[in-house]
């Protein structure tokens, strides 16, 4: 896969085409600080004035490097296809080479980021089961049959930039599948979502046993599903 900007985005890095490698090394560093920190108006105004241009256009060129760091790390690219991308936006091999370096160095990192703003499903955490039999009845005349009771413990990520409030109040309103995912623009954020700022759900199921061996068996088929040919094939593709 590659990469193609937008005319106006190329136009905003083609700033970037008429310095050395150097500005560009600098331009890398402001663009991970924006992507940790935010904007930083302070260190913007040093850029500019450095290199005898707007505000406005540094700006611009950190959002246009931005996207194109960030696009490659959601796509998962190769090195050959983000270094292709590279030349197709205009950037000469020396400075293909400072993004490339870039890049790799930060892939892992921004890509789990990216992950943890975009994902709200709920994943699983823990399961609890408990056996239940009742020893002894004077008023039930039917067969005592013995229950499973299962207790699957779900964690929900919190929607970043919001207060706890905000998010049980979502969570309540399970039938609202439209409320757009509200998060910051700084990566930073992101990262600081951890287990502990997850949402936990309980979901209790009680069942008699001839119930739970189909389920097991069910899940068994699934899991051996999963591993077959044609699931690792859609898996690649994606």
């Given at each position: 896969m590659i990469l193609f900007l937008s005319e106006l985005q190329k136009e905003h890095l083609s700033l970037l085409h008429r310095h050395s490698a150097q500005v560009l090394v600098d331009f890398c560093k402001l663009t991970l600080d924006y992507l940790n920190n935010g904007s930083n108006h302070k260190k913007n105004n040093i850029a500019a004035e450095k290199?005898?241009?707007?505000?406005?256009?540094?700006?611009?060129?950190?959002?246009?490097l931005a996207y194109l760091i960030t696009e490659g790390c959601k796509h998962n690219l190769s090195e050959s296809n983000f270094k292709s991308s590279l030349g197709i936006a205009g950037f000469s091999p020396e400075q293909q080479q400072v993004l490339v370096k870039l890049y790799n160095s930060k892939k892992s990192e921004l890509s789990t980021a990216l992950y943890q703003l975009q994902n709200k499903d709920p994943s699983y955490q823990d399961f609890l089961w408990r056996f239940e039999i009742q020893l002894a009845s004077r008023n039930s005349q039917e067969e005592i049959r013995p229950m499973v009771t299962l207790n699957f413990i779900i964690a929900t990520p919190k929607r970043v930039g919001q207060s706890e409030e905000d998010n049980n109040s979502i969570v309540s309103n399970k039938n609202d599948c439209m409320s757009p995912i509200c998060v910051n623009s700084s990566i930073h954020d992101a990262?600081?979502?951890?287990?502990?700022?997850?949402?936990?759900?309980?979901?209790?199921?009680?069942?008699?046993?001839p119930n739970l061996l189909h389920l097991t068996n069910k899940l068994e088929e699934a899991l051996k599903e999963s591993k077959s040919q044609h699931v690792r094939k859609v898996q690649r593709s994606l």
């Open positions: 290199l005898d241009i707007s505000v406005t256009c540094v700006q611009d060129l950190i959002h246009a990262k600081a979502t951890s287990q502990c700022q997850n949402i936990i759900n309980h979901m209790l199921l009680q069942c008699d046993l």
